[in-house]
C-alpha cells in the first residue's frame, strides 16, 4: 500500500520517476508524529549521510521548508525534503513503518543497496 507521490517539477527533470516512496502507513505516522509535536505545517526530511555499520546511513527529520537544492515531494498531504546528494541514493526506496517483536519504528527497504547492516540503519551503495 504506497501513497501517492507528487513530485516537483524539479524531480521531473533530473528523472526521477521512481523516488522515494513512503507507504501509507509511514505517512500516518509521520504525522501523527508531527502533531504530537506541534509541527503543523512541517514536512519531513529524508536523507542518506557517511556513517553507520555499512557506509551510508538514513536520516529523517522534520523541516518546516526546503532548502536551496532540495527536491520537494507530497505524498498523502506530507511534504519531504530530499537534498541532491541523498536524492541519488534514494532511487527507488520505499519508507515503511513496521512494528515488530523487537518495537516499531520505520523501516527502509533499498533495492540498489549492496548490502546492509543488522540495525537496518545502514547500507552500502
Known amino acids: 500500500m504506497e501513497a501517492t507521490t507528487m513530485a516537483s517539477p524539479q524531480a521531473a527533470e533530473l528523472g526521477m520517476d521512481n ?21 503543523a505545517g512541517y514536512g519531513i526530511r529524508i536523507g542518506v549521510m557517511g556513517g553507520g555499520c555499512s557506509g551510508f546511513q538514513y536520516s ?48 527502509f527497504n533499498n533495492p540498489n543497496a549492496k548490502s546492509t547492516c543488522g540495525c537496518g540503519s545502514s547500507f552500502t551503495a
Not at 63 to 69: I, R, T, Y
Open 19 to 39: 523516488f522515494v516512496t513512503l507507504t501509507d502507513k509511514a505517512v500516518e505516522m509521520v504525522k501523527d508524529a508531527m502533531q504530537r509535536e506541534g509541527l
Open 60 to 107: 529523517m527529520d522534520f523541516e518546516n521548508a526546503p532548502k536551496d537544492g532540495d527536491v520537494t515531494l507530497e505524498q498523502g498531504g506530507l511534504r519531504l525534503f530530499v537534498d541532491a546528494m541523498s536524492s541519488m541514493y534514494l532511487q527507488g526506496v520505499t519508507v515503511d513503518y513496521v512494528v515488530g517483536l523487537q518495537g516499531a519504528g520505520f523501516k
